[in-house]
């Protein structure tokens, strides 16, 4: 393990780079098989060059689907697709992104051990294998449903922590979160950026993820890897996150570094990160190394990076047992997240469990939840319309605009700030004495910001 990768700036980035594009020229091959699709690359995670063809007739697409699809697709190459193109249902999964969001929280002990630690290297330790977690249940390949303007997602009922998260911008898309237990705030503003590469697509996380730590003030920024998601139309879809998940303490100036590998030949790296705690002058504190999949563990070290005499590896985090052979890949605790067990008795009509096209997907009805998706993406267009026509702004409802721009490497960032109003509903709904149950079947999602729009 390298004792100083973190501190070589420009040189050391300059080198991941290096080594993730030649990882890209030898480990993909066009398919210059397949007549038409000549140029695009498909990449299997388990071999080499050499079976490459082979996989590209593997995947979830019919050839059908598939020629429709590339046809539509191929004059996006090299664009940021979010906004431009709908896609199939039979390739989403039935939750939504702001469902997903809330994921992060299936470890969320973690932050409250980082909360009662005195040693600020350790803190970091437990926050940053919190921050990683979340991998896990992200190497899913299938796709959440775009959020509609105004949807949210609550959750309560899971460590004592009360999640909120609303879609505040549809051009460009972006999502904001908040959430709270007795020792730890959560806030994030989410906008990605994707680059659509013929049959893959980069995945930049343009946003702000804030944790602050109640017992001492301490705040936490991080900024994760970008991700690349692989054989969108040919070979099994699969995701990759290679490059370095950076968390600093605003506070006292500490950070972690952890540098997720890149996949090579035959599996080759896999899952691995490894890094260190630096403290405010970057002298590394305490190492980690472990798979994202799988664990993470620590040991002190010293100043060049070694692992200190008569200190062992420690466990600090491990994946929790998954159902076996689920259809989408899901947790125990995503499966929670969809269903009414970790929603508030009375809960927002606009939230993601009740969106009839993910109900119906997760029914089983695909021709039902394409045509609800359908009828959700149109009114959506049929609110801009009366919007524009009144000259009316969208306002969220529980995050406000704030004046902050923040830079990322991935561009700048409007950042929303939680408005405190949803703890104030939440209060006064806890409270009252008519509170039913929630029925997905009778109860009518409502996002909307007027009434008379599904006439349009």
Same mark, same amino acid.
């Given at each position: 393990?390298?004792?100083?990768?973190?501190?070589?700036?420009?040189?050391? &980035?300059?080198?991941?780079?290096?080594?993730?594009?030649?990882?890209?020229?030898?480990?993909?091959?066009?398919?210059?098989?397949?007549?038409?699709?000549?140029?695009?690359?498909?990449?299997?995670?388990?071999?080499?060059?050499?079976?490459?063809?082979?996989?590209?007739?593997?995947?979830?697409?019919?050839?059908?689907?598939?020629?429709?699809?590339?046809?539509?697709?191929?004059?996006?190459?090299?664009?940021?697709?979010?906004?431009?193109?709908?896609?199939?249902?039979?390739?989403?999964?039935?939750?939504?992104?702001?469902?997903?969001?809330?994921?992060?929280?299936?470890?969320?002990?973690?932050?409250?051990?980082?909360?009662?630690?005195?040693?600020?290297?350790?803190?970091?330790?437990?926050?940053?294998?919190?921050?990683?977690?979340?991998?896990?249940?992200?190497?899913?390949?299938?796709?959440?449903?775009?959020?509609?303007?105004?949807?949210? &997602?609550?959750?309560?009922?899971?460590?004592?922590?009360?999640?909120?998260?609303?879609?505040?911008?549809?051009?460009?898309?972006?999502?904001?979160?908040?959430?709270?237990?007795?020792?730890?705030?959560?806030?994030?503003?989410?906008?990605?950026?994707?680059? &659509?590469?013929?049959?893959?697509?980069?995945?930049?996380?343009?946003?702000?993820?804030?944790?602050?730590?109640?017992?001492?003030?301490?705040?936490?920024?991080?900024?994760?890897?970008?991700?690349?998601?692989?054989?969108?139309?040919?070979?099994?879809?699969?995701?990759?996150?290679?490059?370095?998940?950076?968390?600093?303490?605003?506070?006292?100036?500490?950070?972690?570094?952890?540098?997720?590998?890149?996949?090579?030949?035959?599996?080759?790296?896999?899952?691995?990160?490894?890094?260190?705690?630096?403290?405010?002058?970057?002298?590394?504190?305490?190492?980690?190394?472990?798979?994202?999949?799988?664990?993470?563990?620590?040991?002190?070290?010293?100043?060049?990076?070694?692992?200190?005499?008569?200190?062992?590896?420690?466990?600090?985090?491990?994946?929790?047992?998954?159902?076996?052979?689920?259809?989408?890949?899901?947790?125990?605790?995503?499966?929670?997240?969809?269903?009414?067990?970790?929603?508030?008795?009375?809960?927002?009509?606009?939230?993601?469990?009740?969106?009839?096209?993910?109900?119906?997907?997760?029914?089983?009805?695909?021709?039902?939840?394409?045509?609800?998706?359908?009828?959700?993406?149109?009114?959506?267009?049929?609110?801009?319309?009366?919007?524009?026509?009144?000259?009316?702004?969208?306002?969220?409802?529980? &995050?406000?605009?704030?004046?902050?721009?923040?830079?990322?490497?991935?561009?700048?960032?409007?950042?929303?700030?939680?408005?405190?109003?949803?703890?104030?509903?939440?209060?006064?709904?806890?409270?009252?004495?008519?509170?039913?149950?929630?029925?997905?079947?009778?109860?009518?999602?409502?996002?909307?910001?007027?009434?008379?729009?599904?006439?349009?």
């Amino acid at each position: 393990m390298a004792s100083d990768g973190s501190k070589q700036g420009g040189g050391f &980035f300059a080198s991941i780079a290096a080594g993730w594009s030649t990882f890209g020229s030898a480990m993909s091959k066009s398919v210059n098989g397949l007549l038409g699709y000549e140029g695009l690359e498909v990449v299997n995670p388990e071999g080499s060059t050499e079976d490459a063809e082979d996989e590209a007739r593997r995947g979830r697409w019919k050839q059908e689907e598939r020629d429709n699809y590339w046809k539509m697709m191929q004059k996006y190459i090299g664009a940021d697709v979010q906004s431009l193109v709908t896609l199939p249902v039979f390739i989403s999964e039935p939750n939504s992104v702001l469902q997903r969001m809330a994921e992060l929280m299936e470890y969320s002990h973690l932050l409250d051990l980082a909360d009662e630690c005195e040693d600020p290297y350790m803190r970091l330790v437990y926050a940053s294998s919190w921050a990683l977690s979340i991998y896990f249940a992200y190497r899913r390949a299938w796709k959440p449903f775009n959020p509609v303007l105004g949807e949210t &997602f609550e959750m309560v009922n899971h460590g004592g922590v009360t999640f909120i998260a609303e879609q505040v911008s549809h051009h460009p898309p972006m999502s904001a979160g908040h959430a709270e237990n007795e020792h730890f705030i959560y806030d994030v503003t989410s906008k990605l950026r994707t680059k &659509f590469l013929g049959n893959s697509i980069d995945v930049y996380p343009v946003g702000r993820t804030r944790v602050t730590l109640k017992r001492d003030g301490v705040v936490l920024d991080l900024v994760p890897p970008p991700t690349k998601v692989h054989n969108l139309i040919f070979g099994r879809t699969w995701i990759d996150s290679p490059g370095d998940m950076v968390m600093t303490n605003l506070t006292t100036g500490e950070k972690v570094v952890l540098y997720f590998q890149p996949c090579g030949w035959f599996g080759a790296g896999r899952y691995e990160v490894d890094g260190y705690v630096y403290d405010a002058a970057e002298q590394p504190k305490i190492l980690m190394t472990g798979k994202w999949n799988e664990s993470m563990s620590y040991q002190p070290c010293d100043s060049e990076g070694e692992p200190l005499p008569g200190t062992e590896l420690k466990e600090v985090w491990r994946v929790a047992d998954a159902p076996e052979d689920d259809k989408y890949q899901y947790t125990y605790f995503t499966h929670k997240l969809n269903s009414f067990d970790t929603a508030p008795k009375k809960l927002l009509p606009s939230d993601s469990r009740l969106r009839p096209d993910r109900y119906a997907l997760e029914k089983g009805d695909l021709s039902k939840a394409g045509s609800e998706k359908s009828r959700l993406e149109e009114r959506q267009r049929a609110e801009k319309r009366i919007r524009e026509a009144k000259d009316d702004m969208f306002t969220p409802k529980w &995050f406000d605009l704030s004046d902050e721009v923040t830079p990322t490497p991935w561009g700048d960032l409007e950042v929303y700030r939680y408005n405190g109003k949803y703890s104030e509903l939440r209060a006064t709904l806890d409270n009252s004495e008519s509170l039913g149950e929630i029925n997905p079947e009778t109860t009518e999602f409502n996002p909307w910001q007027y009434e008379d729009s599904a006439a349009e």
